[in-house]
């Protein structure tokens, strides 16, 4: 048995009810906790099944968490810097890449310290997990979307559900768990419909924004007639944000791609498009070349540049600047471009905004409503790709379902 998770399950003198809403990380991995302290625990999900966004996310390779040392991992997170500084120690990548071990999945960690399951696939994982909760006697109710909350005068809580039927089913339970998920794949529902549950309710949440998303940018006809589709490898973005190495995919639109998922602004950055050779270091490469060529010949010859950043460079270099050698070595290593806007929620990866903190206990459990706690992405917190959106949740579910099995002894 993995010790963290023993810790969680320090008593099994009582059993109480608790209901789980939502199949992301964070709803399971609270149910998994509760249900091994002995309590009887029921998944409510709006879908006709679970996962829908890991399944998703996982669709072209599931990054699961990353390798960061315990002091840098929770600066990867804009949210309140004291929780997420106790939430991995409580709940840290390694006890999260156990546990998925515990469900008989394998893990693996990439060239870029990211960590990824084996075969790069969600669905092997979400199954293991699936099975191990059913195992646990944990229940699933499918096409259950919630309606409304309350507690109840003697302690427990009271949930409203709307069926796949259009009826409402009313249900009572001595603690809950909100893992109502982040605002990006939102599919048909917009706005989404829980938000307004909880400003009915008089609770503090800034709407949802898109995070983790591509940029638009004013491409040239010409330049997309070359490009579109291919990748500026290995580049370096550079903004006021920070810089991030990576790869950016061209779009009809713009950019997408990690360095701008992190780094990524409004306004005029910059791209090193040869980030392994200084500024001296690519001069004296064109200076060697004896041949009577153009600037950007020179370039391409002696650079190795990727098609995209080459095109790049002729198409969004202006025409008295591609015969000036000098000019156009100082636009390999800072390239300009003005992003303008970010691309719509419903095409983001994650979301910004949700459930302010100032509306929760430490332990995740809603100040005005006691019993009833909250995990995962519906907060206000954000992190950038590549293992800490799943980490950040996985956590969290952690912590939320411990602080369950700690409220239901009193």
Known sequence: MIEYLMDASESKSSTRSV???????????????????????????????????????????????HDDTPDEFWRNYRGPAEHFRKLFLLFPPRAWLDFIHSLGIKTFRGTSRRYFVEGLKASPL???????????RVQFKYSRELVDFDCMPHGSIQLRLRNADAENETETFDAVCLALGGGSYAGKEKPLRWPAILKSKGI????????????????????????EGLPLKTIVLKTSLGEKSGDLMITHYGIEGTPVYHVGQLGEVYVDLKPGLSLAEIQKKLRSIKENLAPIRKIKKQL??????????????????????????????????????????????????GLEFRELTPELMLLKFPGIF????????????????????????FLAGKSIVEYLKK
Not at 126 to 136: D, S
Not at 377 to 395: K, N, R, V, Y
Request: hydrophobic share 45%; glycine share 10%.
């Open 19 to 65: 209901a789980v809403i939502g199949t992301g990380p964070a709803g399971l991995m609270a149910a998994d906790v509760i249900a091994r302290a002995g309590h009887s625990v029921t998944i409510y999900e709006k879908s006709r099944g679970p996962g829908r966004k890991l399944l998703i996310a996982g669709s072209s390779g599931l990054n699961i968490s």
């Open 126 to 136: 979400l199954r293991a997990w699936i099975m191990g909760l059913q195992e646990k």
């Open 204 to 227: 503090q949440f800034q709407d949802f924004r898109a995070s983790n998303v591509g940029f638009e940018v004013d491409w040239s006809p010409s330049f997309l007639q070359e490009a």
């Open 304 to 353: 190795s540049l990727c098609p995209a950043a080459l095109a790049l460079l002729f198409h969004g270099t202006p025409r008295e600047l591609l015969q000036d050698s000098e000019a156009l070595i100082r636009r390999v290593k800072r390239f300009p471009l003005v992003l303008k806007h970010t691309r719509p929620l419903e095409e983001a990866i994650s979301s910004a905004g």
């Open 374 to 397: 909250t995990a995962g992405e519906m907060l206000d917190w954000d992190a950038p790709t590549g293992g800490f959106l799943i980490q950040g949740c996985a956590s969290e579910g």
